[in-house]
């Protein structure tokens, strides 16, 4: 295996050791991303500014200082500022503009090292899962070009299984994280509400977004939140045989593609015979409640929340401005009707806060009742859709809408605030990758990482996807 191939703790401990130079690693990345141009990937990307990051790495590594990213290269979705990058929320309205300063995310990921490589392509305004983009363009996965990468952070799951970078950051309002990490085979975390600095992120709702990493294992999940978040607790050690993982009895396990079924059920047979105990979970109503909310949620917080961040960083836009230049379809669906009425009431979004605060409390007495470390389920219940299948696609005979079927899964543990992992599991037969998902408490995410790390080991390991897709 190549250096370019590895996980993040693996490059930054060989770079620390001397056995690699920083400058040669970036070479290959550069000479890859070059490869890999029809995945559309990145909506910036800068050679020679990442030349020199690795040449001052290496000065620095020479001179004997030692961090934990230092000299390893990341990539960040577009909504997440970048200083010199382009920081456009995928939107037509704010396309090529450049961010001036970090987001404090950032700003961390470089203090302790890491080299930004450039933006990537998501869905516009974060507002969907296909990140099919009509303004920046598609962006493939790299296991079949003609298939969506998942979004809203379909360039960071893209580019970390094409292996142009060993890991990305993306952002999760309800799924965003870990349906491309699912779809594109890789890791994905999403941290509990309010763990990371939300600040320099064009939001949707904050009540629901989190920035999160994608990479290669959750080990590097894990190196990668303790940066953002300054929380360097060590994780928990864990034996696979001390673990109790709940199955939920209703909802997330229910009209699944076969590929994933499959896929699903291996994974729990395995994990039963590493010595997991797999404890059925009933969580009546939880999906309808989390369905109730979650749309009221969004929309109200997304002309508050995205309103004010535009008052504070592109003060000659306005909101009304913005959505009017949407370009993407489906995105113009959802978003235009707020500014003719469409908005729901102040009452309406009282009681989805109520609502939201009930989901939590059933969320938190199954974990307490049923003593269970984790939920686990199918991160999405399908593989990976057509690009241009926005609206509709053809799952299990049937058109269904292609929105709601990709976030059924994820996007409960999401209106709640939990953290949440997806782990590759294999591929379906149709050859694309399958996710296995899992929701922990609330503040829980150091535990769940270690969770996460213990049942990796006990699942089937998964190829890399072709270079250049």
């Not at 370019?4 to 920083?22: K, P, Y």
């Not at 009681?351 to 984790?374: G, I, M, P, S, W």
């Not at 270690?450 to 897709?469: D, H, K, W, Y």
Request: charge should be negative; include cysteine.
């Amino acid at each position: 295996m190549q250096l370019a191939d590895d996980t993040v703790t693996h490059i930054a401990a060989t770079l620390a050791a001397g056995g690699a130079r920083s400058a040669d690693l970036v070479e290959i990345y550069i000479a890859r991303t070059a490869q890999a141009a029809a995945l559309n990937c990145y909506v910036g990307f800068d050679a020679d500014a990442l030349r020199a990051q690795a040449r001052a790495a290496d000065q620095r590594l020479a001179a004997g200082e030692r961090l934990p990213l230092l000299g390893v290269p990341l990539a960040v979705k577009e909504n997440v500022a970048c200083a010199g990058l382009p920081c456009g929320a995928g939107t037509a309205a704010l396309a090529g503009r450049v961010a001036t300063a970090d987001a404090p995310i950032i700003a961390r990921l470089r203090a302790a090292g890491a080299l930004i490589t450039g933006t990537l392509g998501m869905h516009e305004l974060a507002f969907g899962i296909t990140s099919n983009n009509a303004v920046t363009g598609a962006v493939r996965n790299p296991w079949d070009p003609s298939r969506i990468p998942g979004g809203s952070s379909g360039g960071s799951g893209a580019v970390v299984a094409a292996r142009l970078v060993p890991a990305a950051i993306g952002t999760d309002t309800g799924g965003s994280v870990r349906i491309p990490a699912a779809l594109c085979g890789v890791a994905g975390f999403r941290p509990s509400v309010g763990r990371l600095d939300s600040a320099g992120i064009a939001p949707i709702a904050l009540t629901r977004d989190t920035a999160g990493p994608l990479a290669h294992d959750v080990a590097d999940l894990a190196l990668l939140d303790a940066v953002m978040s300054g929380d360097d607790a060590p994780l928990p050690e864990l034996e696979v045989s001390e673990l109790r993982l709940g199955v939920p009895v209703e909802h997330f396990w229910e009209d699944l593609a076969p590929g994933v079924r499959a896929c699903a059920d291996a994974a729990l047979a395995r994990l039963a015979d590493a010595g997991v105990e797999l404890v059925p979970v009933a969580l009546p109503g939880l999906a309808a409640l989390s369905e109730k909310l979650s749309f009221v949620i969004a929309t109200y917080e997304f002309a508050r929340d995205f309103a004010a961040w535009l008052a504070r960083h592109h003060t000659d836009l306005t909101l009304p401005a913005v959505v009017e230049r949407i370009a993407s379809p489906d995105v113009r669906a959802a978003l235009v009707p707020l500014l003719s009425g469409g908005l729901p009431s102040a009452e309406t979004y009282a009681q989805a806060l109520r609502d939201r605060t009930a989901l939590q409390a059933q969320y938190a007495a199954a974990f307490a009742n049923y003593e269970v470390d984790a939920l686990l389920f199918p991160t999405t219940p399908a593989t990976a859709a057509r690009i241009g299948e926005d609206r509709v696609f053809l799952h299990n005979g049937r058109e269904i809408p292609t929105f709601p079927c990709f976030i059924r899964n994820t996007d409960p543990g999401s209106n709640a605030g939990l953290p949440g992992l997806s782990l590759p599991i294999g591929r379906g037969e149709d050859g694309l990758p399958v996710g296995l998902a899992l929701d922990g408490p609330a503040g829980g995410d150091r535990r769940l990482l270690a969770v996460g790390c213990a049942i990796e080991q006990a699942l089937p390991p998964m190829p890399f996807a072709p270079l250049g897709g």
